[in-house]
């Protein structure tokens, strides 16, 4: 593999970002510090959060592992072999000054309706 990029975890139990390893078999990773091992993960259990700064934010998926705040953060161009066992990065379906929209205007209905 390249080392074209660069990878970032957040464990969920504490809120330290660590700069992490990852080794893959098959369809499971796992990621290593220098005294630390994760447990083994299946790319099929990550689902896509969106963009942070610079890096593409993968966590569980919910129904399979109740950890909603564990992320893993990949900066940089992936090689092949790792893009393709990730999920597609797929926008989210309203941004977030879209949802600021749809607040202002549930409150001008509410407040026209009080009115």
Known sequence: MSEEYSIW????DSALKRRVRIEIVGKT???????????????????YKGKQGQSHVFGLND???KRPKWQIGFKGKL?????????????????NIGMILIAAICLA???MVGT
């Not at 975890?9 to 969920?12: Q, R, S």
């Not at 990773?29 to 299946?42: G, I, K, N």
């Not at 090689?79 to 941004?95: A, C, G, T, V």
């Open 63 to 65: 129904g399979i592992k």
């Open 79 to 95: 090689p092949p072999e790792l893009s393709d066992l990730l999920p597609e990065h797929k926008p989210p379906l309203i941004s």
């Open 29 to 47: 990773f796992a990621l290593y510090e220098q005294m630390w091992r994760s447990e083994v993960y299946y790319f099929g259990d990550l689902v």
């Open 109 to 111: 209905i509410v407040y």
């Open 9 to 12: 975890h957040i464990d969920g």
